[in-house]
Structure formats: structure tokens, C-alpha cells
């Protein structure tokens, strides 16, 4: 699939050649490094930032890089969202 009359900075984040390469993924993108990011969260915690309401994520990010989405888009954890986790107990229906 082509993106018609795309330029490199549109607002959509698609640029023509990146829909040439459907399996492209930005490195800026990537659920590792969302992951890595969260890992800051301790440092924050100790100088008084509550970052409690981060964890439901940090869980999910947990979980992707755990099944193996480190390189894959952050896209992926909207596959991990539809497929309840260990000890999920609500459902979505």
C-alpha cells in the first residue's frame, strides 16, 4: 500500500516510504524503548513523583518485552490488550 500525497512530516506519522516497507518500524517507536524508559520510574518515586498511575503500563510493557515485542512496534500492545494477561479477571464483552 502507497500513501498518496504524504509528506515525511504529516501529522498521520505515515510518510510515502514508510508505507513502502509495511514491516518498517521507527527505532523511536519501539517497545523497548518505552520499556527502557520506564525503568525511571524508581528515580522518580524517590524525589516525591507519584507514578503510581504509570504501572498499568509499565505491566503491559513488562509483558510485551517478555513475549518478545522489544523490537516490535508500540503498536503490539494493542494485541496484548485483547488477550487477557496472568490473573486477569475482567472482560471486555
Given at each position: 500500500?502507497?500513501?498518496m ?14 508505507s513502502?516497507?509495511p ?12 520499556y ?9 518515586a ?12 509499565n ?11 522489544g ?10 490488550l485483547?488477550?487477557p ?9
Open positions: 500500500m502507497r500513501a500525497f504524504c509528506s515525511p512530516h504529516s501529522p498521520s506519522g505515515i510518510s510515502a516510504s514508510m513502502d516497507r514491516n518498517s518500524v521507527s527505532p523511536s517507536s519501539v517497545v523497548g524503548l518505552f527502557a524508559g520506564s525503568a525511571h520510574g524508581d528515580e522518580l524517590a524525589a516525591n513523583i507519584d507514578v503510581s498511575r504509570r504501572e498499568p503500563m505491566d503491559l510493557l513488562r509483558r510485551a518485552v517478555a513475549e518478545g515485542h523490537e516490535h512496534s508500540i503498536s503490539a500492545l494493542v494485541e496484548l485483547r488477550k494477561g496472568p490473573g486477569a479477571a475482567r472482560s471486555f464483552n
